[in-house]
């Protein structure tokens, strides 16, 4: 689908300026346990998802944006991680910068048939865990195996507030 009105009238006002934004992102496998992979339009590789919606839940958003762009139907079972920071941060080829904290979920496929359904899609392929390439963004591979029931978020002790 591309950028949204919401964002398209933020960047109206602020340009290519760094721009904060909620994103989800879904993990989801076939009975033989491979990863659903999308290729995108720019040959990079990701996990279906995109950008939350103003006023709208994150497991919501994964459900609308996983249908999008997969036409799977599917529900969230549980929270994998909760990511951002410098590491999600991107520049799109039009110059626009953004950083996006993602909320990461396990899905099952609950209906729908997979087809790219998008501007954004050119392919969606199941692969195995040991041949899932390169991602746009590179979440902790561990998260990615079939029934995890890890939650990640990162952490550095150095972040704690030292009472004077």
């Not at 709208?56 to 951002?84: C, D, K, M, S």
Request: charged fraction near 25%.
């Amino acid at each position: 689908m591309g950028i949204t009105p919401y964002y398209r009238r933020l960047r109206d006002k602020i340009g290519t300026d760094l721009l904060l934004i909620q994103g989800v992102a879904g993990v989801i496998h076939n009975a033989a346990g491979e990863l659903l992979i999308q290729k995108r339009v720019d040959g990079a590789f990701s996990l279906p998802g995109g950008a939350t919606d103003p006023g709208e839940a994150p497991a919501h958003a994964v459900v609308r944006e996983v249908y999008e762009e997969t036409g799977l139907q599917v529900r969230p079972t549980h929270v994998l991680g909760i990511l951002g920071g410098k590491g999600y941060r991107y520049a799109y080829a039009n110059g626009d910068e953004v950083e996006v904290m993602v909320a990461l979920f396990a899905c099952e496929v609950v209906g729908g048939r997979l087809e790219c359904r998008d501007d954004e899609s050119a392919d969606l392929i199941y692969f195995p865990l040991s041949n899932v390439p390169p991602l746009a963004t590179e979440y902790p591979r561990h998260l990615l195996v079939p029934g995890c029931r890890d939650t990640h978020f990162d952490w550095d002790d150095a972040w704690l507030v030292k009472a004077p």
